[in-house]
């Protein structure tokens, strides 16, 4: 019960809307807003520590190896690229994630994108605020293009749960699906979906929407050559990982006109460096990385992170990594 437990960076999961008071019960939590991302402030920080949290503090070989009293380390989020897996495994630390838990937020982001890009909501409504609707002959106006989804063709890279999600909501507008994915599970329920390699999934798509992991395959994956196959009138999201797409090479493309818009929750770098190109770009929407953090998604993560804590302390772990 005395044992200790930290939170290295717990201000994104929980700035002060959630509780930390269940994570008492099983010993002493110490909880840090934030950390520099240096291994002697890490380590500094959890010396003593038999079990730490983390959402994006990273955990090298060279910061575990200063932390031997170290058993357990608790990854607040699904992704875990922060963390020096094989040397946790060597020290014996156990380390765990939470898949899954913002499933309905990322989906919900996804379309909020799509939406703005296809009509201009926020847009329009500023230029209403400027009194244009009020100067305009007309009973109604508009200052940028106007799409319909229906009966265009939604192209889905990687069918997991969050790509399997975004394709119930995009056939209930009346689109059709494509998809590319590692594991090509049964879609026999959904009308006209066909499985395609990543070139014919670029060209034929109207909306192509990424949710692949970041793995060496998918590093840079949307770069110059691929957004080439893709149409004039598309639209590309990404709610996945930043890497994914070659930043300066998705600028050019929005700026030449060889792509009808973006919208991205997620960048390379994070935060950016100020002059990131896409920042400048035509027609790109970009959010910080937030399709995660809605309060219901993040309760179900601390619900989640606790379970996971807690099946490691009863010796019969969860959700190992």
């Not at 930043?247 to 030449?256: F, I, R, S, T, V």
């Amino acid at each position: 019960m005395n044992q200790k437990i930290i939170a290295i960076d717990g201000y994104t999961l929980n700035p002060g809307d959630l509780s930390w008071d269940p994570w008492r019960e099983y010993g002493e939590l110490t909880v840090y807003d934030r950390t520099p991302y240096t291994t002697d402030a890490i380590a500094g920080r959890c010396t003593q520590a038999a079990a730490v949290l983390t959402n994006k503090t990273p955990f090298t070989r060279e910061t575990l190896a200063r932390l031997p009293d170290l058993k357990y380390i608790g990854v607040t989020a699904t992704g875990y690229n922060m963390i020096d897996i094989a040397a946790a495994k060597e020290q014996g630390i156990v380390v765990t994630n939470v898949p899954g838990y913002g499933t309905p937020s990322v989906v919900q982001m996804t379309f909020a994108l799509l939406l703005e890009l296809t009509l201009r909501v926020q847009r329009h409504s500023d230029a209403v605020m400027e009194g244009k609707w009020s100067r305009c002959p007309d009973f109604s106006f508009w200052d940028y293009p106007l799409v319909e989804l229906s009966g265009k063709t939604m192209g889905i890279i990687g069918m997991g749960h969050i790509g399997s999600k975004v394709a119930d909501i995009a056939a209930a507008f009346g689109m059709t699906v494509i998809g590319n994915s590692r594991t090509q599970t049964d879609q026999s329920h959904r009308p006209g979906f066909r499985w395609v390699t990543i070139p014919d999934l670029l060209a034929q798509s109207d909306v192509v929407s990424i949710h692949c992991p970041l793995f060496p395959e998918t590093r840079g994956l949307i770069n110059k050559s691929t957004l080439a196959l893709m149409k004039r009138s598309a639209f590309l999201l990404n709610t996945s990982r930043g890497p994914i797409i070659l930043e300066q090479d998705l600028a050019d493309a929005l700026n030449n006109d060889r792509l009808a818009g973006a919208g991205l929750d997620v960048l390379s770098t994070e935060p950016p460096p100020a002059r990131n190109p896409l920042f400048t770009a035509k027609n790109c929407i970009i959010t910080p990385h937030i399709s995660w953090a809605t309060k219901e998604a993040r309760t179900r993560l601390m619900s989640a992170s606790l379970a996971n804590f807690a099946a490691w302390h009863s010796g019969r772990p969860t959700n190992l990594l």
